[in-house]
């Protein structure tokens, strides 16, 4: 058993529009109890720890810090870490320059290894615990990207990138056939999903670089494994839009998705920048979800995505990095942006909200929110230990503050990695700011 000191903050539920206190608990002074499995025993005030569980106990010492729910990141590409802050295109451009020859140096085994256990590491060093990520069109990516998560014993999701669209696909990278594509992606479900702490996503890169033929295949194979997810990208552009229309013409980008059958309760789609009240309509209908990349869509120039308009809808959103799209893997650098879309778009979002979407908004919207994103006793003890003091700015504004929502609310916009002090794994150290862990595990 062990103790962990310091302020707790984790969500019961979404606080909503007005932060309706009883969606979270905070404890200032208070302690998380985490057993020898890596499971949550308690989350409370300090003094209220049952004499029991402090029997033996070990204490580690995070007084003065914020512990909070690991940061779940919903939507981000291990195979781009060498493009990140790639200069002066939009999408599709942006693809065909930077992101398909980075994604097709994945073919080299060792590269690949490499890169996801770089894309890892800094994913822990910004404190996030749980991703579900694109590899490449590369089987041997998913071995690569799940070999590195499950060496650090991480909750993640992932899968094959699949793209067999001709006019859309450089010859380079581009599935040879469905059917091949298929029997990959069989093979890949068969080794990893379920194992440990791993998911399976089938991951169709975009209606626009898969063929018709493609799309009814996810839907095929998802009916008949609905325990695995659907990871995709939707309505991210003006001009892919207007590309998809030529293709598949239909009411919306959504309704192409929804057309072949991959609106379910385990999707979840990036981006939905351009969307309307149907598309959202729909997908709440369907249990649908929508990754939001707010730094990525402002970097790409995308567009401001609605967040406010899909909670009003019922529709379930985490937060995503999209990297290499986004410049960041710190989910604090990602919110602080959220924050400035939301009053871009004359809206607001809440620091509790905020946190509320990077934790256990990001669980529900990958529906692992059985497992983590919160520190209900049975969930697993991934979590980060944040420094209010990380920066001077943060210091000095922490100083200035009177009251925890706006230390909390300043943390959000000007924390980043910097201000991750540590981040555990199922109650055990996976990154300390001071040494930084790389490769070996206890
Ligand atoms: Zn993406």
Known sequence: MTVFRGSVLHFLDDPGETDDPTAWELFEDGALVVDDEGKVVFAGHAWAVPSRLRTGAVTVDHQGYLIVPGFVDTHVHVSEADII???????????????????????????????CAFALERMLAAGTTTASVH??????????FFEQAQQRNLRMLGGKVLMDRE?????????????AAETQTRELIDRWHGRGRLGYSISPRLALTCTEDMLTMVAR????RP???IQTHAA??????AQVREIYGGRSYIDVYDRFGLLTDKSLFAHCVH????????????????????????????????????????????????????????????????????QLRGGRLSAYRGFYLATLGGARALRLDEHIGSFRPGKEADF?????TATPVLAHRTEAADTFTERLFALMVLGDEQAVAATYVLGRPAYERSRTRCGHRP
């Not at 590899?135 to 690569?144: E, I, N």
């Open 85 to 115: 802050a790639s200069y002066g295109e939009q999408l599709l451009q942006w693809l065909q320059r930077y992101a398909f020859p980075a994604e097709a140096r994945f073919g080299d085994p060792a590269y690949a290894r490499a890169m």
């Open 384 to 388: 980060t230990v944040l420094d209010f």
């Open 221 to 224: 194979l998802h009916r008949e």
């Open 227 to 229: 325990d695995v997810w």
């Open 135 to 144: 590899t490449s069109l590369h089987p041997g990516s998913v071995d690569a």
């Open 275 to 342: 969307i309307d009240d149907a598309d959202r309509a729909r997908m709440a209908a369907t249990g649908s979800s929508i990754a939001f990349c707010p730094d990525s869509n402002m970097f790409l120039g995308s567009g401001l995505f609605d967040i406010e308009a899909a909670w009003r809808q019922g529709v379930t959103v985490g937060l995503g990095s999209d990297i290499a799209g986004g410049t960041s893997y710190s989910q604090l650098y990602q919110l602080n942006h959220a924050y400035k879309v939301a």
């Open 167 to 179: 006019s859309t696909t450089p010859d380079y990278l581009r599935d040879d056939s469905v059917q």
């Open 236 to 241: 991210e552009n003006p001009q892919e839009i």
